[in-house]
T-cell receptor
Framework: GENVEQHPSTLSVQEGDSAVIKCTYSDSASNYFPWYKQELGKRPQLIID?????GEKKDQRIAVTLNKTAKHFSLHITETQPEDSAVYFC????????????????FGKGTMLLVSP | DAGVIQSPRHEVTEMGQEVTLRCKPI?????LFWYRQTMMRGLELLIY????????DSGMPEDRFSAKMPNASFSTLKIQPSEPRDSAVYFC??????????????FGPGTRLTVL
């Protein structure tokens, strides 16, 4: 099955710096890559996603890049703020042709981002 | 919309007891997912329903775990008998899925289960 590796496991930055989190996936058939943010004691919430037909997507201070050839994708946060502190999860999904064509997400282990004022 | 609703939010029980977790997906969503989150294993998919039918239960750890979705607005995850290693946060998520297309999964607030 799919395997998603995420690095680093923890990342500490100063407010205003940029943060980059990287993920690799194993199945070249994966075609959907969401990123979730989970604050302490809260639910994971989608912050941005990308599909395999594009290489980059931006939404204000966050962006995601995808390299299908190398099978890796990254989350970029610019001008970090203390409220960006959370655990970030990447995930990969593909259509499972063995199960009626539906798909499931495989999550990375998460990155704890700490933004110091 | 109220989002995905889960109950209870917290459950403390003793080993050997039956535990039932409940989930109400977002209205109109046709797919429902049960996940388990622990520090050691991260977010694991347990089972996935589409149009109330279980599609993939390969993540269910053992026969002590069972899940049902009797209608489009309700699902349960049952553990019987419970064991201390089942202690975790259990999330339910829902999405609107079409075959060969993945859409956003929206998570519920989770149930924190502690088995003593």
């Amino acid at each position: 099955g799919e395997n998603v590796e995420q690095h680093p496991s923890t990342l500490s930055v100063q407010e205003g710096d940029s943060a980059v989190i990287k993920c690799t996936y194993s199945d070249s058939a994966s075609n959907y890559f969401p990123w979730y943010k989970q604050e302490l004691g809260k639910r994971p919430q989608l912050i941005i996603d990308i599909r395999s037909n594009v290489g980059e997507k931006k939404d204000q201070r966050i962006a995601v890049t995808l390299n299908k050839t190398a099978k890796h994708f990254s989350l970029h946060i610019t001008e970090t703020q203390p409220e960006d502190s959370a655990v970030y999860f990447c995930a990969a999904s593909k259509t499972n042709l063995l199960n009626s064509g539906y798909s499931t997400l495989t999550f990375g282990k998460g990155t704890m981002l700490l933004v110091s004022p | 919309d109220a989002g995905v609703i889960q109950s209870p939010r917290h459950e403390v029980t003793e080993m050997g007891q039956e535990v039932t977790l409940r989930c109400k997906p977002i209205s109109g969503h046709n797919s429902l997912f049960w996940y388990r989150q622990t520090m050691m294993r991260g977010l694991e998919l347990l089972i996935y329903f589409n149009n109330n039918v279980p599609i993939d239960d390969s993540g269910m750890p053992e026969d002590r775990f069972s899940a049902k979705m009797p209608n489009a607005s309700f699902s349960t995850l049952k553990i019987q008998p419970s064991e201390p290693r089942d202690s975790a946060v259990y999330f339910c998520a829902s999405s609107f899925e079409l075959a060969a297309s993945t859409d956003t999964q929206y998570f519920g607030p989770g149930t924190r289960l502690t088995v003593l």
